[in-house]
T-cell receptor
């Protein structure tokens, strides 16, 4: 079975540009999570969805960040405009309601904002 | 608010040494507990999990963890580490019993194993 699929794997952009990260969760999973990982702050939850509905976005750092889940098989995390401090690895993860909370992570998108 | 504390930021061991990584959480109710491993340049993968039953949980690659409810702890152990265990280890808790909500992660502990 395919796991959680993220794209792009690497993105280098300049400050002020728009960045869109994409995620395809595991089929049948009804929860989707976006995490950000940095050396300084570790793994931070940004937002999560249940059945395509955002449940908790309290971790989204600023209005420059937005996330959508238009259907059960696709989600985007957008940063507009991007800043150097947004440089991080962004992970998407998914899970089902029926399991015991285990998350399945994607490979991550490494973002570098110059 | 719930939190997870991992006491060691970086642990350096020689091969064949024994390992114990500490993890404490702050939540008084039912919890599910997890250890994830992140090998260099890779994503997080589940190492082991506890949700009920025997508090001593065995995971992959010879790892085990013990849930001690009275101490709010879920320490990770391995009797003899290998160079290939070099990775970052994250403790996580689902504080709502597993069916709902998100995982709360600790800051992680980097393990470096010298050959």
């Amino acid at each position: 079975d395919a796991g959680v699929i993220q794209s792009p794997r690497h993105e280098v952009t300049e400050m002020g540009q728009e960045v869109t990260l994409r995620c395809k969760p595991i089929s049948g999973h009804d929860y989707l999570f976006w995490y950000r990982q940095t050396m300084m702050r570790g793994l931070e939850l940004l937002i999560y969805f249940n059945n395509n509905v955002p449940i908790d976005d309290s971790g989204m750092p600023e209005d420059r960040f937005s996330a959508k889940m238009p259907n059960a098989s696709f989600s985007t995390l957008k940063i507009q405009p991007s800043e150097p401090r947004d440089s991080a690895v962004y992970f998407c993860a998914s899970r089902t309601t029926l399991n015991t909370g285990e998350l399945f992570f994607g490979e991550g998108s490494r973002l570098t904002v110059l | 608010a719930q939190s997870v504390s991992q006491h060691n930021h970086h642990v350096i061991l020689s091969e064949a040494a024994s390992l114990e990584l500490g993890c404490n959480y702050s939540y008084g109710g039912t919890v599910n507990l997890f250890w994830y491993v992140q090998y260099p340049g890779q994503h997080l993968q589940l190492l082991l999990k506890y949700f009920s039953g025997d508090p001593l949980v065995k995971g992959i690659k010879g790892f085990e963890a013990e849930f001690i409810k009275s101490k709010f702890s879920f320490n990770l152990r391995k009797p003899s580490v290998q160079w290939s265990d070099t990775a970052e280890y994250f403790c996580a808790v689902n504080a709502e019993g597993g069916s709902q909500g998100n995982l709360i992660f600790g800051k992680g502990t980097k393990l470096s194993v010298k050959p």
